[in-house]
């Protein structure tokens, strides 16, 4: 009876597809993020343009090129104006939006530490091959040392 009831509750049986409104996922409003753009696209490609002889414009100026402006007066452009009524309830989104999340970083991006494997350390190849490096990390600290007691005794 009571595992009935769980899938009776979040709609999976019987099957509800209305049981959950829109009010149930405004929590997640923040962190709604738009789907990333494809880094290139064919149709924002930029080619080059040919012009035909005929379409060149010519150097100088003709009196008939020339056109005229008209100046219009502040009455002839007047805004129609706006009522309250028109805008409707001003909402605190409405003065301040609400944050979003920021983008995911790229995969690897400002990573500290390389790459690692998974291996039995216990294994002879695996055991010989990390002793090598711990005595050649040893070997370049008492190396740095030396050199850094030498440079302590010059001055």
């Known amino acids: 009876m009571n595992i009935k009831a769980g899938f009776r509750k979040t709609g999976t049986y019987p099957l509800n ?13 923040t962190t709604d993020r738009p789907n990333p753009d494809p880094e290139s696209t064919v149709e924002n490609e930029v080619g080059p343009t040919i012009i035909s002889e005929n379409d060149r414009p010519e150097a100088g100026c003709s009196k008939d090129s ?3 402006f008209s100046v219009l007066s502040p009455a002839d452009t ?30 690897g991006e400002n990573r500290r530490w390389k790459k690692g494997t998974t291996t039995i350390l216990t294994d002879s190849p695996n055991l010989k091959a990390l002793k090598e490096k711990k005595e050649s990390l040893e070997r370049k600290k008492l190396k740095y040392k030396k050199e850094e007691m030498k440079g302590n005794r010059k001055s």
């Open 17 to 29: 597809v209305n049981i959950f409104t829109e009010q149930d996922f405004t929590p997640s409003y």
């Open 66 to 68: 020339v056109s005229t």
């Open 78 to 107: 007047e805004a129609p104006m706006i009522s309250a009524e028109d805008v409707g309830p001003l909402t605190p989104e409405d003065v301040r939006p609400l944050k979003k999340a920021e983008s995911r970083k790229k995969i």
